[in-house]
Nanobody
Framework: QVQLVESGGGLVQPGGSLRLSCTAP????????MNWFRQAPGKEREGVSC????????YYTDTVKGRFTISRDNAKNTVYLQMNNLKPEDTAVYYC????????????????????WGQGTQVTVSS
């Protein structure tokens, strides 16, 4: 099984920014659609964004459009989520996941049939 590793979470004030990073030591992510999910306490896990392999199309859930940007750097085997203008509603554990069933995103998935997941990184937006 492949284990992804997220980093970059933390405590930030409303309106602030964070950049999350995701990598998979010893595993090449180039050929897979990559996703960010998040889960707030007491809420269902939701898909945040998806980026296709080889700099293909990207997708975002409506609540983060215009504020979040997903990207990937194959040379660094890393996927990023740049989060700007953060809101308290963005507070959640953010998970990176590789979709092992596909190279191209099809919207923002609710879940993955076959995926490799990270342990999550906490993002807290509070004054």
């Amino acid at each position: 099984q492949v284990q992804l590793v997220e980093s970059g979470g933390g405590l930030v004030q409303p309106g602030g920014s964070l950049r999350l990073s995701c990598t998979a030591p010893g595993f090449n992510l180039d050929y897979y659609a990559m996703n960010w999910f998040r889960q707030a306490p007491g809420k269902e896990r939701e898909g945040v964004s998806c980026i296709s392999a080889f700099d293909g199309p990207t997708y975002y859930t409506d609540t983060v459009k215009g504020r979040f940007t997903i990207s990937r750097d194959n040379a660094k085997n890393t996927v990023y989520l740049q989060m700007n203008n953060l809101k308290p509603e963005d507070t959640a554990v953010y998970y990176c996941a590789s979709d092992l069933n596909r190279s191209n995103c099809v919207g923002v998935p609710k879940d993955l049939v076959v995926g490799s997941w990270g342990q999550g990184t906490q993002v807290t937006v509070s004054s």
